[in-house]
């Protein structure tokens, strides 16, 4: 699953900096107060969409591995 984790955790940073961006949010690039308050925020909401992303993709890595176990390579 660490493969899977690997091809979309940015993924799932660019889904939600898009959102945001979608809701007429822009993210500070500068660290002021409002910056550092809403750093749980930048952690939480990609991990919550990567979690969804894992329940979509890691059964699919794992189907192939082991149809790849099975072929001997």
Known sequence: MLLTV???HMTAL???FLA???LGFTPESEPTGQWWALRPF???APA???VA???IFAPVEQRLR???SMTGR
């Open 14 to 16: 660019l889904l939600v």
């Open 20 to 22: 945001v961006e979608a």
């Open 48 to 50: 919550i969409v990567l």
């Open 42 to 44: 930048w952690l939480v």
């Open 53 to 55: 992303l894992l329940a």
């Open 6 to 8: 690997f091809l979309w």
């Open 66 to 68: 082991r149809a790849l």
